[in-house]
């Protein structure tokens, strides 16, 4: 939290050139995650990406549809390093802040409890407004928060359950027409 | 030089098994067209490719599979990334093994170049972008009135019934505008517009005397073609398309010159260079390793096409040397290697609409909207701070998933709801512009540095100059305005300094011109110094226009083909 409103500060102010930051910063964004961490923790991350996307009467949630595991997957294997430690390095902040508040797992948590640590983990994350926030991405990349719900909308629209029960997947059209009545209930197309 | 048939050969395939009375080096859009013209009209043509064979609908392993069935969703790997920086930028994990591996196939970029390679039967044909437009006069005249570079030295009327010709087999939809700087296509049917596509349009004709917008024309079939397609519309064609529902060579000139019987088709085969007969002044044929082997073969032919891509047509010219022509075959003018043009992108702007919220679309169209040339087109559009023009190309749409991401606060089942909804209209333009010919812009051989197979690694050397910059401000600037005219909201518009190579259009290395002393290829792609070499991939390029290319270098091969099989049959060449 203190990190990336004193970095704000610093992009706004540039109170301190780039190298006095670059030191602590740049070996914390670039030091090896711990890619062991999400795997160890599936429960966690199932429930998590189900408070971003949670099961309805008619649509699966982002659990069922496997996202977590994808996310295991992408965070491993595909996102930069520097995303991959902010995710990592929030996740463990995650299970700590809620041992320590709530003495126990996010995953044994009642829904309002997990709400409330999703939200607190949304404030703490949240970029600054205008410019500044743009700034702030673009040099530190997205917090935890935004992070964890890029890869939970990523996941779910591209898995089997996400696409073709959330979304409206048809996998070999046939045909295109550029402007009909929408169908009532009518859900986004998975993929254009 | 004799019938090469004529010479007594021991090989157990017969006389002269490594005798052809053509080759044609490279298979992608213009390979493929050289093979077929010049098998159908009897010439038994052997074809090389560099790369792995890649046949039709078999090899397309990943045509059919669903988001989910790749491991991480067609996003790609860190590895992947990292081994390949600049390919990776084109490929998803869904057709990477349509592109080449970085590591394996170095260059040198002297500044940041993007280039985009696919080596494998079909070259880049898989992979194109698949838009067709016309050059016109506005295009081939340009250079002599600016009085830059040299002239082209053919005229509209010249190609027209060239294009006439490849477009009736290829195939290409689109809308008839009538329009004498885009001169229309012979079209199938075209595909249609969305909602707001159509209300931009309208609001467009409104707005403005100077521009139109039209669908964009594009060689994917909305009606079957000679046994291929139609599109399906599933948007997947960079994958290959097992309906044949796009123009590739593997689905359409291939197929065409296999089936005359005539053609010999030899992938995995490195054409290192292109051999040259001092006494008779003419090409007798090429020096090819195989990719894996490394074993080397003469194959000798009476005519040979060079249709390897821009960048590596000139390089194996470079490489070809001679007591005659030490700087590279056909090289009396200095200018091969040289006037690399790619189209500049990188800038553009994107809106959101309000309305039509109880109006969506279905299918997955492989194709967006595209506004033809506006600047520079008559006194009324003439630009004090720059010459020539840009397309815009665009895409009218709702957003979805994770585009949604940036506006949807917070999380939980309301965040759901609205995730799964269509999402606003929006549309966006961005354009492909104009670049001029510059002879700094250029390829050349590093003589110190070689790859696996032994051969120069080649630098390119390219950036943008002033008149590509103004036009990129306009671009910028000119999409804004019309976003604001047509009544769009939340108007964002960029403008990013993309490296060349980025619109994978390179053009320009081997020019066409009417002067040997300032050209490589006359008017008929044929080498001004070596009369039985054709060139008609897009190094032939004088200019690099507003349009993308690749129809351009179809209808430049079947003419170059004619002219060629009609000079054999005189005994000219």
Same mark, same amino acid.
């Given at each position: 939290?203190?990190?990336?409103?004193?970095?704000?500060?610093?992009?706004?102010?540039?109170?301190?050139?780039?190298?006095?930051?670059?030191?602590?910063?740049?070996?914390?964004?670039?030091?090896?995650?711990?890619?062991?961490?999400?795997?160890?923790?599936? @429960?966690?991350?199932?429930?998590?990406?189900?408070?971003?996307?949670?099961?309805?009467?008619?649509?699966?949630?982002?659990?069922?549809?496997?996202?977590?595991?994808?996310?295991?997957?992408?965070?491993?294997?595909?996102?930069?390093?520097?995303? @991959?430690?902010?995710?990592?390095?929030?996740?463990?902040?995650?299970?700590?802040?809620?041992?320590?508040?709530?003495?126990?797992?996010?995953?044994?948590?009642?829904?309002?409890?997990?709400?409330?640590?999703?939200?607190?983990?949304?404030?703490?994350?949240?970029?600054?407004?205008?410019?500044?926030?743009?700034?702030?991405?673009?040099?530190?990349?997205?917090?935890?928060?935004?992070?964890?719900?890029?890869?939970?909308?990523?996941?779910?629209?591209?898995?089997?359950?996400?696409?073709?029960?959330?979304?409206?997947?048809?996998?070999?059209?046939?045909?295109?027409?550029?402007?009909?009545?929408?169908?009532?209930?009518?859900?986004?197309? @998975?993929?254009? | 030089?004799?019938?090469?048939?004529?010479?007594?050969?021991?090989?157990?395939?017969?006389?002269?098994?490594?005798?052809?009375?053509?080759?044609?080096?490279?298979?992608?859009?213009?390979?493929?067209?050289?093979?077929?013209?010049?098998?159908?009209?009897?010439?038994?043509?052997?074809?090389?490719?560099?790369?792995?064979?890649?046949?039709?609908?078999?090899?397309?392993?990943?045509?059919?599979?669903?988001?989910?069935?790749?491991?991480?969703?067609?996003?790609?790997?860190?590895?992947?990334?990292?081994?390949?920086?600049?390919?990776?930028?084109?490929?998803?994990?869904?057709?990477?093994?349509?592109?080449?591996?970085?590591?394996?196939?170095?260059?040198?970029?002297?500044?940041?170049?993007?280039?985009?390679?696919?080596?494998?039967?079909?070259?880049?044909?898989?992979?194109?972008?698949?838009?067709?437009?016309?050059?016109?006069?506005?295009?081939?005249?340009?250079?002599?009135?600016?009085?830059?570079?040299?002239?082209?030295?053919?005229?509209?009327?010249?190609?027209?019934?060239?294009?006439? $010709?490849?477009?009736?087999?290829?195939?290409?939809?689109?809308?008839?505008?009538?329009?004498?700087?885009?001169?229309?296509?012979?079209?199938?049917?075209?595909?249609?517009?969305?909602?707001?596509?159509?209300?931009?349009?309208?609001?467009?004709?409104?707005?403005?005397?100077?521009?139109?917008?039209?669908?964009?024309?594009?060689?994917?079939?909305?009606?079957?073609?000679?046994?291929?397609?139609?599109?399906?519309?599933?948007?997947?064609?960079?994958?290959?398309? /097992?309906?044949?529902?796009?123009?590739?060579?593997?689905?359409?000139?291939?197929?065409?010159?296999?089936?005359?019987?005539?053609?010999?088709?030899?992938?995995?085969?490195?054409?290192?260079?292109?051999? $040259?007969?001092?006494?008779?002044?003419?090409?007798?044929?090429?020096?090819?390793?195989?990719?894996?082997?490394?074993?080397?073969?003469?194959?000798?032919?009476?005519?040979?096409?060079?249709?390897?891509?821009?960048?590596?047509?000139?390089?194996?010219?470079?490489?070809?040397?001679?007591?005659?022509?030490?700087?590279?075959?056909?090289?009396?003018?200095?200018?091969?290697?040289?006037?690399?043009?790619?189209?500049?992108?990188?800038?553009?702007?994107?809106?959101?609409?309000?309305?039509?919220?109880?109006?969506?679309?279905?299918?997955?169209?492989?194709?967006?909207?595209?506004?033809?040339?506006?600047?520079?087109?008559?006194?009324?559009?003439?630009?004090?701070?720059?010459?020539?023009?840009?397309?815009?190309?665009?895409?009218?749409?709702?957003?979805?998933?994770?585009?949604?991401?940036?506006?949807?606060?917070?999380?939980?089942?309301?965040?759901?709801?609205?995730?799964?909804?269509?999402?606003?209209?929006?549309?966006?333009?961005?354009?492909?512009?104009?670049?001029?010919?510059?002879?700094?812009?250029?390829?050349?051989?590093?003589?110190?540095?070689?790859?696996?197979?032994?051969?120069?690694?080649?630098?390119?050397?390219?950036?943008?100059?002033?008149?590509?910059?103004?036009?990129?401000?306009?671009?910028?600037?000119?999409?804004?305005?019309?976003?604001?005219?047509?009544?769009?909201?939340?108007?964002?518009?960029?403008?990013?300094?993309?490296?060349?190579?980025?619109?994978?259009?390179?053009?320009?290395?081997?020019?066409?011109?009417?002067?040997?002393?300032?050209?490589?290829?006359?008017?008929?792609?044929?080498?001004?110094?070596?009369?039985?070499?054709?060139?008609?991939?897009?190094? !032939?390029?004088?200019?690099?226009?507003?349009?993308? /290319?690749?129809?351009?270098?179809?209808?430049?091969?079947?003419?170059? !083909?004619? $002219?060629?099989?009609?000079?054999?049959?005189?005994?000219?060449?």
């Amino acid at each position: 939290m203190k990190r990336r409103t004193a970095i704000g500060r610093i992009l706004l102010t540039g109170a301190i050139g780039a190298g006095a930051f670059s030191g602590y910063e740049w070996y914390e964004w670039n030091k090896s995650p711990d890619f062991d961490y999400p795997d160890k923790h599936r @429960a966690t991350l199932a429930a998590l990406v189900q408070t971003i996307l949670p099961p309805g009467p008619s649509i699966p949630g982002a659990a069922e549809a496997g996202v977590h595991e994808y996310i295991i997957r992408l965070v491993k294997d595909c996102v930069d390093i520097h995303a @991959a430690n902010t995710f990592i390095d929030g996740l463990k902040d995650l299970v700590h802040y809620s041992r320590s508040t709530y003495k126990k797992e996010y995953e044994a948590g009642t829904p309002a409890e997990q709400t409330a640590i999703m939200t607190h983990f949304q404030e703490k994350g949240r970029p600054l407004n205008g410019i500044l926030g743009k700034a702030q991405n673009k040099y530190l990349g997205k917090s935890f928060f935004y992070l964890l719900r890029d890869y939970t909308v990523r996941g779910y629209c591209t898995s089997e359950l996400g696409a073709g029960k959330g979304l409206a997947y048809v996998a070999i059209p046939g045909s295109f027409h550029g402007c009909i009545p929408k169908a009532p209930g009518q859900r986004a197309w @998975a993929t254009k | 030089m004799g019938d090469p048939r004529q010479i007594p050969n021991l090989n157990t395939k017969g006389v002269g098994a490594n005798s052809f009375d053509a080759i044609v080096v490279g298979s992608g859009i213009s390979g493929g067209w050289a093979a077929k013209e010049l098998c159908e009209k009897g010439l038994r043509t052997l074809v090389l490719e560099r790369g792995r064979n890649v046949q039709h609908v078999k090899d397309y392993t990943t045509a059919f599979m669903a988001p989910w069935e790749f491991p991480h969703h067609l996003e790609n790997t860190r590895k992947d990334k990292e081994a390949d920086p600049i390919q990776s930028g084109a490929y998803t994990e869904s057709n990477k093994q349509w592109y080449v591996s970085d590591s394996e196939h170095p260059y040198i970029q002297q500044k940041p170049f993007n280039w985009i390679r696919g080596y494998q039967v079909g070259g880049r044909s898989l992979t194109w972008g698949r838009q067709c437009y016309r050059l016109s006069d506005l295009d081939f005249e340009a250079n002599a009135k600016d009085g830059i570079a040299v002239d082209w030295p053919i005229r509209y009327k010249d190609i027209a019934p060239w294009y006439d $010709y490849v477009e009736t087999f290829a195939g290409i939809s689109g809308k008839a505008e009538g329009l004498p700087h885009l001169p229309d296509s012979i079209f199938l049917p075209p595909m249609e517009m969305t909602c707001i596509e159509t209300e931009f349009t309208n609001k467009i004709k409104q707005q403005y005397n100077d521009r139109i917008v039209t669908i964009g024309r594009v060689a994917n079939l909305t009606q079957a073609v000679q046994g291929r397609g139609p599109c399906q519309f599933r948007n997947l064609c960079a994958r290959g398309c /097992p309906f044949s529902g796009y123009f590739s060579s593997n689905a359409a000139t291939l197929p065409a010159a296999e089936q005359t019987g005539n053609m010999t088709l030899l992938p995995d085969s490195i054409v290192l260079e292109v051999l $040259y007969d001092e006494k008779k002044h003419k090409a007798t044929g090429v020096r090819v390793m195989n990719a894996h082997t490394k074993a080397i073969t003469d194959y000798f032919a009476r005519v040979i096409f060079l249709n390897a891509s821009t960048i590596a047509t000139a390089a194996l010219l470079l490489n070809s040397t001679s007591p005659t022509f030490p700087n590279g075959l056909g090289n009396s003018s200095e200018q091969v290697g040289h006037n690399l043009m790619d189209h500049f992108t990188g800038s553009g702007a994107l809106g959101e609409y309000e309305g039509f919220d109880d109006r969506y679309f279905s299918g997955r169209r492989p194709v967006g909207i595209y506004i033809p040339r506006y600047r520079n087109i008559s006194k009324e559009t003439a630009r004090k701070d720059f010459i020539r023009g840009y397309g815009l190309q665009g895409n009218g749409t709702r957003a979805e998933g994770v585009e949604r991401l940036a506006s949807l606060e917070g999380f939980g089942a309301d965040f759901r709801d609205k995730l799964v909804q269509p999402g606003p209209w929006t549309l966006w333009m961005g354009g492909w512009g104009e670049t001029l010919p510059y002879y700094s812009n250029k390829i050349t051989l590093d003589d110190a540095k070689k790859d696996k197979w032994g051969q120069p690694v080649i630098k390119i050397d390219f950036e943008y100059h002033e008149n590509e910059r103004a036009m990129q401000k306009d671009v910028e600037e000119s999409t804004r305005e019309m976003l604001e005219r047509t009544g769009f909201k939340n108007i964002n518009s960029y403008s990013h300094a993309q490296p060349g190579g980025s619109a994978v259009h390179e053009m320009g290395t081997v020019r066409m011109g009417r002067d040997p002393k300032t050209s490589v290829l006359n008017g008929f792609n044929q080498m001004h110094d070596v009369k039985n070499v054709f060139i008609t991939d897009g190094s !032939c390029m004088t200019s690099s226009a507003t349009q993308n /290319p690749s129809l351009t270098y179809m209808a430049l091969t079947a003419r170059a !083909c004619d $002219y060629a099989v009609s000079q054999l049959k005189k005994g000219d060449l």
